[in-house]
């Protein structure tokens, strides 16, 4: 039958055929990289779980993964930034049309932002709305601040119905219910990373223009409107940052704004006279959302009439189509604003930030007082189209403006002024010198302002058109020259495989009395000579009167790309000179990508998705069914997922190596899959099982397509997660067709079954179910009666008699969950005693939720039968719960270049390595994780999955051969500790994590904002940056400080306090550059553990300027036998291992002294030191319970020392 058959012939068995292992001795292995761990929880309600190595590399988990959910992961660079991607292919689609966007799956960058799970408990979301379409809040999510005149709104999704909210937004499937578009509300920084002069304003000056009744509304951290070189210049304020005021705790702001109109004496705005409106759109950290910038920009556009706006602020590289870029041009079309904004600081080219990338916005770079292009300063073109972005560049290096009191901002200069650099520092003297052209032509609207500024900027040295556009800013000509070009900038993208020319015309403005005649000169170098040309060389321009000049763009002419330069118009006298940035885009050659699929009945796919992926540049693509992608020239991956309608099974496809010369169509058969099948023999067959435990089974099954990508640490590639219980998948790749970029794996997780359903009458088969909500039921096997309750609606329950029952629920699709657990109440108040529903509702349960017997949710093709058999009657069904958990099976099989044509694998023990695992906790220890990855040639392969362990007991583990990395973590743990292990068949190995004592330890390495793969306490040039692990295990694993710990860290140069920072085990300070001794101290407490509570510790040591070095710093290492609820034997003489550990070498300490205290450290006494080599052996005697603490002075014969307290060091009897 069916049923019988689905069963029978699942894909993963394990045969019960018990397995013999060799022992072999256990060998030290190296600590892996250990970083950063945080819990993310995405839009589509998918919960991922983010770890940063040492070394820059992120391993990304899924918390709630489900049968047939297939994944996304790849990286995107921005500069020197890297970003860590994983996206649900349901999304897929949507992101790729535009709908959702991408960043709301960007994992690091959520993490930056302070999106985690940790710090937030709600998604922030800009949502657009169609126009006449009023904002609501959805199902999930509430609107915390609409834009009407944008027809935006931000929406909070309630992260705990991200399930709910995603399902309601997309239940047509294809297109968002309500809003037309979803970004992420992402946040916005200031761009920070003499000059008055040099842009010509006291030339300006001279002429009267000092921007006089001009208003520049400054959009930023806010003002100190107290400031004396802000007196009596501030007009209108208001707050958009929640702070409740406008005064600015951060310091940029206040710089920013003197620059534009200060009245110091000594260092003066560009326009002096203007009166300035300040927006605090930014918090107090310098950072703010999008949905703040944008009511600051309506605020000054539509209510202030501001004629400039100043923003100094930006975030991720775009093509000028996001929210941000979008509502500038927007508010400039209808109030004739200008918006003069930052171009940003991520120092690469096409890395101009939103909003500057807007067509309306003057996006502004950063140069030096000698004309040279500051390092940090973004450049264009704009991604997307090549268009030139920035337009203009101005002084921003150096830049010494009003200091806001109370603030550390930057260099300070006297007591009043500060020095700072960044395009921050740039955009406003651009504004300031558009308020004066603004008093000049006061019925100018912002466009004509901005063409005028860019037309009289001077040159700038041989920098490119990508850099400074025009060039660098020039206000003695822009107030004086009466020729300018009405357009600010010339852009043309030739699309291939278009052939015809594209014309733009440029219209130049002579305001003079006399006819100007101009001279034309377009360069772009580096074009070849077709691309551009102009209509004339020479045009004359009436007075009072307007001329045009027509350029003409020339597709494939020999060199495609992005190319820049500049059109300039000039007098023979050299008196008028007009410069206008011209960026033409040469597409290369591309060429249509088709995808055709065939399901495994042979008939044309309707359900696809597939990666694209080119392993030179990383451009990477998604394609569903019957969709055609427009690529370049090339060699390309394609992997990808077709379904079967009628099938609970997945098919897995690629071809590994496609070439793309021409139009080219790639076809797959999915009938040509392969099973996919694992025989495993249990390990626990022959042995003794206690009480509540079963054999192991397959619980995970993870698959995986990478491609390795050039220039990136980690490949690009996509997951599918299946139950390997009740789903079949089938995989091939192209015959014949192989590739070293491509890798292709299976990861099984083989576990005791912790819970299983199984219908019991008429025929016994087990269903697709789990745990959704009420209490767990005790270990062992509980039979049930059953019946069905329709919809679980009044009338529904009114017809039949629920009690003492199983009550199935089959629940409509666009149930709401409020309305789910309605009728899991009703249903549970009728008597029921247990509850089954279908399909799995659109949010998890709630501790709070008035749930009080088991409910739990089916899945897949059996629970539709299992629902339909209950309604026909006479079913019986019986629940097992199992807490048991002795045994793990980790197994791996990965293949390089190609999908490998025999998928059945058979693994007998013999052929594993066996792993006894000893998993040591102090009582009441929190929820703690395991993770295994696997390394193979193509990266990590794994099943995704962090598994709760069994505290206080110990297991056997086993493990395909390899090289393994072992995490353990736990909830929002600042750092993972982990073990990389070379297993070898047959051997068996010994492992135990979390022994005591926990205390500094310096053993890996680390990454932070500074660098990667770097020291933890460390010296870069001058500055010296600490994350010390001050809760290192017994074996040295590296743990640093957890969220809740509390503590400080402080720095001493000589006697002198160079700072303190309130954070436990952290700090950044700067240092001088010459050689000093140094003291560092750092005290922390922690409430989540009984050993260990408190740490302190000081180091002496020397430092001198260096690039990346290691502070010589040590450490105390303590390794008492312990058992596994790490208790060291009480009444008796006991003695433990001491060794000096440090940071920078390998050492031999020359002093050690120890004391302990049995007292929390009331009272101390000497232990008892005898020298082994480079350790010690200390001989103390024990109480018959309670604390040991522990205090240790150590110094080695280079004068570095430590001295550190371990308060509650390990626990002592029982």
Known sequence: MTRRTRITGAAVTVAVVAGVLTTAPATAAPAPPSGSAHLVTLITGDRVRAQERADGRWSLTLDNRENGKRYSQFQARRGSVTDWYLMPDGAARLVSSGAVDRELFNI??????????????????????????????????????ALPELNLASVAERKRDAGEFWRSLTASGRALQGPSKVWLNARMQASLDVSVPKVGAPAAWQSGFTGKGVTVAVLDTGADATHPDLAGKVGPTKDFSNKGNTSDGHGHGTHVAATVSGVGAKFKGVAPDATLAIGKVLDDGGSGTFDAVLAGMHWAAAEVKAKVINLSLGSYPTDGTDPVSRAVNTLSGKHGSLFVIAAGNFGADESVGSPATADAALAVGNTTKADRLSPSSSRGPRVGDGAVKPEIAAPGTDIVAAKAKGTQLGEPVGEHHVKLTGTSMATPHVAGGAALLAQQHPDWTGDRIKSALVSSAAPAGDLGAFAVGGGRLDLA??????????????NAYLRWPAKDEQKRKLTYRNDGAAPVTLALDLKLPGAPAGLATLNTNTITVPAK???????????????????????????????????????????????????????RKGHPAQSTSFDVINPETGDRMSAGAGETLRVAPGTYTISGYIDTPGEEAFGSVANPSVRVTGDTTVRFDMRKGKPVSLTAEDPLAGSSIS???????????????????????????????????????????????SSPNFGYSNDFGLRQSKFEFWAETPERYEVAASPFAGPRQPDGTVRYKTVHGGQGTAQDLAGIDPKDKLVVLDLPSDISRDEVFKRIEATQKAGAKAIGILPVPPATARSADPVTIPVVVFGGASGKEFSAAVKAGGVEASIMTNSGNAHRMELSFPSEGRVPDQLAYNVKVRDLASVRTSYHAYDNAPVTRTYASRETPFGETSTQVLDPVPLQTERVEYFTPGTWNLFLGVPHSATVPGERITLEAGKSYNLAWDTPVAGPGFAGRTSSALGKNHPWAWRKQNLIDLTLPVFSDGAGRPRAAASGDTGRTSLYAGDKLVGTQELPGRGTFVVPRGEQRYRLTTEVARKDSPASSKVEAAWTFTSGYTDGDALPLLAVRYAPAADLRNRAPGGKEFTFPVRVQAQDAEITADKLEVQISYDDGGTWQPVQLTREGDAWKATVTHPASGFASLRAKASDADGNAVEQTIVRAYQIGG
């Open 108 to 145: 690091t960058g959520l993490i930056r932002q302070g999106y985690d799970d940790a710090r937030t408990d709600s998604i922030p979301l800009l949502a657009e709305f169609p126009e006449r379409v009023r904002a609501s809040s959805p199902p999930g999510g509430t609107v915390t601040r």
């Open 477 to 490: 000509r822009a107030t004086k020259q009466q020729v300018q070009a009405l357009s600010a900038s010339i």
């Open 691 to 737: 009480a509540g435990q079963t054999s192991v089974r397959p619980v995970f099954w993870t698959q995986r397509f990478t491609t390795k990508v050039k220039g990136y640490d980690y490949p690009f590639g996509s997951l599918l997660f299946a139950d390997p219980k009740f789903t079949a998948v089938y995989a091939y790749s192209e015959p014949g067709v």
């Open 545 to 599: 009167g307007t001329a045009d000049v027509e350029l003409t763009a020339t597709p494939r002419s020999g060199k495609p790309g992005n190319h820049g330069g500049v059109l300039v118009a000039s007098t023979s006298d050299g008196l008028a000179q007009v410069r206008t940035p011209v960026a033409v885009h040469d597409e290369p050659e591309k060429y249509e990508l088709k995808i055709e699929s065939l399901d």
